[in-house]
Protein backbone atom coordinates (compact mmCIF):
# COMPACT_ATOMS: atom_id res chain seq x y z
CA UNK A 1 0.00 0.00 0.00
CA UNK A 2 1.15 3.46 -1.10
CA UNK A 3 1.53 6.85 1.55
CA UNK A 4 0.69 10.50 0.35
CA UNK A 5 1.29 12.60 3.22
CA UNK A 6 0.20 16.45 3.45
CA UNK A 7 2.18 17.54 6.52
CA UNK A 8 2.19 20.44 8.72
CA UNK A 9 -0.91 22.05 7.09
CA UNK A 10 -1.09 25.72 9.15
CA UNK A 11 -4.16 27.36 9.79
CA UNK A 12 -5.97 29.44 11.97
CA UNK A 13 -9.15 28.80 13.96
CA UNK A 14 -11.60 30.02 16.91
CA UNK A 15 -11.54 26.84 18.42
CA UNK A 16 -11.48 25.45 22.26
CA UNK A 17 -13.39 24.88 25.67
CA UNK A 18 -12.68 28.58 26.73
CA UNK A 19 -14.22 31.64 25.20
CA UNK A 20 -10.92 33.37 24.88
CA UNK A 21 -9.82 31.13 22.44
CA UNK A 22 -12.61 31.11 20.66
CA UNK A 23 -12.78 34.78 20.31
CA UNK A 24 -8.81 35.26 20.05
CA UNK A 25 -8.24 32.13 17.75
CA UNK A 26 -5.48 29.99 17.98
CA UNK A 27 -3.12 28.10 15.35
CA UNK A 28 -3.74 24.52 14.37
CA UNK A 29 -1.81 22.19 11.97
CA UNK A 30 -3.19 19.21 10.54
CA UNK A 31 -1.48 15.98 8.85
CA UNK A 32 -3.43 14.60 6.28
CA UNK A 33 -1.96 10.69 5.47
CA UNK A 34 -3.87 8.81 2.32
CA UNK A 35 -3.15 5.12 1.53
CA UNK A 36 -3.59 2.89 -1.05
CA UNK A 37 -2.81 2.11 -4.58
CA UNK A 38 -1.08 5.27 -5.85
CA UNK A 39 1.46 3.46 -8.37
CA UNK A 40 -0.90 3.83 -11.67
CA UNK A 41 -1.21 7.64 -10.70
CA UNK A 42 2.88 7.89 -11.17
CA UNK A 43 2.88 5.56 -14.25
CA UNK A 44 -0.21 7.50 -16.36
CA UNK A 45 1.06 11.25 -14.27
CA UNK A 46 -2.70 11.46 -13.74
CA UNK A 47 -4.11 13.51 -11.21
CA UNK A 48 -7.44 11.64 -11.53
CA UNK A 49 -5.52 8.71 -10.13
CA UNK A 50 -4.88 9.89 -6.79
CA UNK A 51 -6.13 12.25 -4.21
CA UNK A 52 -5.77 16.06 -4.79
CA UNK A 53 -4.23 18.23 -2.60
CA UNK A 54 -6.40 21.47 -3.43
CA UNK A 55 -9.42 19.61 -2.51
CA UNK A 56 -7.95 17.68 0.85
CA UNK A 57 -6.74 21.13 2.43
CA UNK A 58 -9.87 23.56 1.26
CA UNK A 59 -11.98 20.79 2.93
CA UNK A 60 -9.63 21.13 6.42
CA UNK A 61 -9.40 25.03 5.80
CA UNK A 62 -13.40 25.05 5.56
CA UNK A 63 -13.84 23.24 8.42
CA UNK A 64 -11.25 25.03 10.65
CA UNK A 65 -12.61 28.36 9.66
CA UNK A 66 -15.66 27.41 10.70
CA UNK A 67 -17.87 27.51 13.26
CA UNK A 68 -16.10 27.36 16.83
CA UNK A 69 -15.89 23.74 18.07
CA UNK A 70 -14.75 22.99 21.76
CA UNK A 71 -12.53 19.89 20.94
CA UNK A 72 -9.77 18.76 18.61
CA UNK A 73 -11.86 15.52 18.58
CA UNK A 74 -14.55 17.26 16.45
CA UNK A 75 -12.38 18.81 14.04
CA UNK A 76 -10.50 15.83 13.03
CA UNK A 77 -14.17 13.85 13.03
CA UNK A 78 -15.11 16.50 11.06
CA UNK A 79 -12.12 17.21 8.59
CA UNK A 80 -11.91 13.33 8.15
CA UNK A 81 -14.98 12.24 7.50
CA UNK A 82 -15.73 15.04 4.62
CA UNK A 83 -12.39 13.84 3.33
CA UNK A 84 -13.17 9.96 2.79
CA UNK A 85 -16.32 10.47 1.36
CA UNK A 86 -14.34 13.32 -1.10
CA UNK A 87 -11.93 10.33 -1.75
CA UNK A 88 -13.94 6.92 -2.46
CA UNK A 89 -11.01 5.21 -4.09
CA UNK A 90 -8.52 5.56 -1.20
CA UNK A 91 -8.32 2.74 1.32
CA UNK A 92 -7.33 4.32 4.17
CA UNK A 93 -7.23 7.82 5.90
CA UNK A 94 -5.23 9.55 8.90
CA UNK A 95 -5.98 12.97 9.96
CA UNK A 96 -3.83 14.41 12.26
CA UNK A 97 -5.05 17.45 14.00
CA UNK A 98 -2.88 19.90 16.52
CA UNK A 99 -3.77 23.20 18.75
CA UNK A 100 -0.50 24.89 18.60
CA UNK A 101 0.10 26.13 22.17
CA UNK A 102 -3.11 25.13 24.26
CA UNK A 103 -4.41 26.95 27.06
CA UNK A 104 -2.42 25.53 30.09
CA UNK A 105 -0.50 26.14 32.66
CA UNK A 106 2.40 25.09 31.64
CA UNK A 107 4.77 25.47 28.38
CA UNK A 108 3.23 23.04 26.00
CA UNK A 109 3.89 22.69 22.47
CA UNK A 110 0.73 21.38 21.16
CA UNK A 111 -2.01 18.92 21.94
CA UNK A 112 -2.74 16.12 18.94
CA UNK A 113 -5.45 14.33 18.15
CA UNK A 114 -5.13 11.45 15.15
CA UNK A 115 -8.05 9.47 13.73
CA UNK A 116 -8.40 6.70 10.88
CA UNK A 117 -10.94 5.80 8.87
CA UNK A 118 -9.95 2.37 7.41
CA UNK A 119 -12.31 1.37 4.07
Known sequence: MDTLTLKSIKLQGKHGVYQSERDKGNQFELDIIFRGNFKP???KDDLALT???RVAE???RRIISGPSQYLIETLCKKIGE???D???DISELE???RKLNP???SP???AEIRMRWPK
Do not use: K, N, Q, R
Request: overall charge negative; glycine content about 4%; proline content about 8%.
Open 41 to 43: AGE
Open 51 to 53: PDY
Open 58 to 60: EIA
Open 82 to 84: SIF
Open 86 to 88: AFP
Open 95 to 97: VVV
Open 103 to 105: ALD
Open 108 to 110: VEY
